[in-house]
């Protein structure tokens, strides 16, 4: 995985809430084998015409100001719905790396993490200023400083956020987790024989 | 010290804490299907690194699959995927009910009738509708395709406790009411939000009172509450259903299970950082209106207007839900005409649902202008369907009788909403696009969409005749 490094870059608002991984990457993109390739979908229903390839001037992603945003900000209850880590395979591809927003669906939060994406969760204040500030001056740069866990911008704002200490090593790090969690095998095969005692069932028979 | 049943489940699967890092909790059943599973394999692969305990996966596959023709996937990207499927379970040994099977189904449907999965497992799958099997008193949940392959490679899952949440239903169900509603109506009271972060456990002599089918359906809709995971406590329900199943356990070992499960449920006084209460005699059948599954009103109702919501967000998310579905504030539900009618998913395709429906359409028309779609959730649910009869009276009531898959709950594989059609779908999902881009899609239960398949429209089914 790709360490998180500190970055300044373009962020694009999109003042919706509930915005589902149906709407993030629509199911007819997710037959594909592979992991890369999804960003040219992502939000495809909105983003392109009725003849899927003319982009819909009405989607606010497509505004020229937001081209190469890395920074998506969004209303509530952002990546609803389907397990699908499509949707995050879709926003990294895209471009994105950061998503702000006042909260997150479970699966897809911990899903962003497995992709060097960081999901950063702020107030309901905090994240109507932020839009605000896009509002008035598309185009606009934030800062998102992951060491420091801060947001800051050109209008003033500095924004403190919360993220779990070893999520934020492994997204600084980059660290494979598979390879974290074999250094404690020890621990999962001392685990299966007490299993394989106290609830013999669920093993198949020697 | 008291605990409740998440805590309790928790606790047995806790492999390591260390004080560094993620706790890593073990997963005893790991579901699998098409879409989620092959970059897993392939990152797998690429790691050289092996399926660390095969006897605890069952793999199917549902979601690319056509329920006419089964064997002709005309899309060569989805018949890739499922060729991808049957090579990685293959290599690997995975048990696999494939497209060959006479096992075959949806994962959330072929899984429990083979007694995979028991009380007081963790189970995962890349699948949000894992939520399922939370009605045998398992903890089960949906995780991403990095967490597959980490699950594959080491059995564990590197997790966050969850908080949790009682969902208490009390009270008599009023008649046609059933586990969807209930589901429908929490939904409507949490918000989709509303159980983020919590695993919600479903209590009360509502939820005692349903059968396994039910207690699925119900748990299947934690999601779209939000929640982690949805439980319900095992008790001589879910023993009497798993008792003689396949993968049950056996001989002397079944009475040591039942007494461990028995221990499972949540102590006495334990206590929940959450509380919801709804009474059952409130929970008329309902019928979603909007493009959440919050969005969900009784069938007596009328279609909202964004001033009845105080909340700005909700207010504005109803205005653009009416503009997607084409529906007007005031709009009474039951004049809401519909094209498509859909029985089946994970949620809804089980035998239960297809004699809810069949005893609706018995000796009944489906409406001009109306198609109806039947698809059983696995080939055992058309069996026995088929041997009770209900086939027959689903097609003399003009309704075609599929083969089984997730068919038009996500659409997939070919079944699917064209752009302005609107449905009753017995589903999970009435998110914009869903069953087929610029489809409207109203959730409701499976008699509910049989009387709508019927008249046409959204009826009462309480007083229809």
Redesign the interface.
Known sequence: MQPYIKHTSIAALMDRSNVDTDQIIPKNFMKKVERTGFGINLFHNWRYLADNVTPNPEFELNKPAFQGAKILVAGENFGCGSSREHAPWAIADYGFNTIISTSFADIFFSNCFKNSILPIVVTDEQLAELMAEIAGNEGVEFTVDLEAQKVTTPGGLSIAFEVDAFRKESLLEGLDDIAWTLKHEEQISAYENAQKKRLPWLWPSA | MTRTMYEKIWDANL??E?E???P?L?V?RHLMHE??S??AF?GLRL?K?KVR?V?SILGTIDH?VPTKDRFNIV?V??K??VE?MTANCEENEINLYGMNSNQNGVIHIVVPEHGFV?PG?VVCC???H?ATHGAFGALA???????V??VM????L?Q?KAKTMLVKVEGKLPAFSTAKDIALAIIAKTG??GG??YVMEFAGNTITDLSMEGRMTLCNMAIEA?A?AGLVAPDQVTFDYLEGKEFA??GK?WPV?VE?WKSLVSDEGAEFDAVIELKAEDIAPQVSWGT?PEQVISVTGVVPSPSDFTNE?KS??CA?ALKYMALDAGQKITDINIDIVFIGSCTNGRIEDFRAAAELLKGKKVAAGVQAIAVPGSFPVKVQAEEEGLDKIFMDAGWEWRDPGCSMC???NGDELK?GQRSASTSN?N????QG?GGRTHLVSPAMAAAASVAGHFVDIRDWK
Not at chain 2, 153 to 156: K, L, M, S, V
């Open positions: 492999v390591h260390p560094a890092g993620s890593l073990f005893d879409v989620t092959p970059q392939e790691q690194r305990n006897h690319c899309d990207i989805a890739k995927q991808t028991h497992m890349g699948d949000s894992t949940f949906g995780i991403g395709t990095s967490e392959e980490h490679a080491t059995q564990t590197q966050k989709t939000a983020t972060g939000g982690r356990p056996k070992d299970a461990y959440s967000v504005q998310a653009s996500l659409a997939m752009d999902r998110f914009e696009g869903r881009k």
